[in-house]
């Protein structure tokens, strides 16, 4: 038991990483209809963007470790809320009204163009960085001497993760922005007819998008301790999946997926065989789309005529 205990913590924080990333995808999708391939890809940038400004920072002089974490922070969500914003403009916007594959299509080519720009720009090897947030404390100790863990890392990416959760669901339920966002929705023309700045809307939804992978970039690289040009790659597969798990166009139901892949990653791997568990995982989704097409909480789309 303590064993399935230590293993639960460490697929909640993963599970956590991934809801992050999942709720970008799933906001995109409800409104304009359409998967963002790139965004595993500003995920990645949006850890190399953190990890540039704690080295900034760090050359500076700045020791002050809470006063570090909140500048990467803020910087981070800032030019990667750019990034989304641009490729929103560039990539999405003039095929909005094309058919359907050619903003897929595009999504894919701006993901190979993030991710070989990354490699460009900052080479292909691991970047590290030295633990940043360490300590934590010991729950339980057994009689065989396994101890049961929970690092401070672990409870700020946690943490973070719910916050975040609570504050977009506030905004998507209760806010102006909000209201356009769930009308933009359910029929871009009637909303457009009834004032909502269409194009202000979806917008905004990438920028937010991608500020929350921002986060999730910064979760990773101090959970981790390192950065790739390759790691939106797979993170953005496996968050995609999560969002499709859990029923994409759902706030709640991104989160849940994403903490069902990372429990079943997490529990493969320490049970079973390493190698093996992305298979876990894709066999569990295929299983559950069979019995549940819209996923664990999505709602059956109604075809408008």
């Known amino acids: 038991m303590d064993y399935f205990a230590q293993q639960l913590i460490n697929g909640l924080v993963l599970g956590s990483i991934y809801g992050l990333i999942a709720i970008g995808y799933t906001m995109v999708y409800g409104i304009v209809g359409m998967i ?5 890809d500003v995920f990645m940038i949006g850890g190399f963007i953190a990890l540039i400004t704690f080295l900034i920072l760090v050359s500076l002089g700045l020791t002050a470790i809470p006063v570090i974490l909140l500048v990467v922070l803020l910087v981070a969500m800032a030019i990667t809320a750019l990034y989304g914003w641009t490729i929103e403009r560039i990539a999405y916007r003039p095929l909005r009204h094309s ?10 080519g701006m993901s190979f163009v993030l991710t070989n720009y990354s490699q460009v720009a900052q080479g292909a090897r691991v970047k590290p960085i ?8 010991t729950l339980h100790e057994s009689a065989d001497g396994f101890v049961i863990q929970l690092s401070n890392i672990q409870i700020i990416v946690v943490v973070t993760t719910i ?15 909000g209201r356009d966002m769930r009308a933009c929705e359910q029929d871009q023309t009637m909303a457009a007819l009834l004032g909502v700045d269409v194009d202000r809307t979806i917008s905004m939804t990438f920028v937010i998008g991608a500020a929350l992978a921002a986060v999730a970039g ?16 797979v993170a953005g597969i496996k968050a995609f999946t999560a969002a499709v798990l859990g029923g994409i166009g759902s706030l709640p139901g991104a989160m ?11 529990f493969w791997s320490a049970y079973f065989s390493v190698e ?10 295929i299983v559950v789309l069979i019995f549940m097409p819209t996923g ?3 709602r059956p789309e109604v075809e408008k005529v």
């Open 163 to 177: 916050v975040l959760l609570a504050l977009f669901t506030w905004l998507v339920s209760r806010t102006r922005l």
């Open 218 to 233: 910064l979760m990773y690289l101090l959970y981790y301790g390192l950065v790739d040009f390759f790691m939106g790659f």
């Open 99 to 108: 058919f359907r594959l050619a903003p897929m299509l595009s999504a894919i």
């Open 256 to 266: 849940l997926g994403g903490l069902a892949i990372g429990l079943i990653e997490t």
């Open 276 to 285: 093996y568990k992305d298979v876990a995982a894709f066999s569990i989704l």
């Open 36 to 40: 963002n391939f790139a965004h595993g």
């Open 130 to 137: 030295p633990p940043l947030v360490t300590g934590g404390y």
């Open 296 to 298: 664990l909480l999505g």
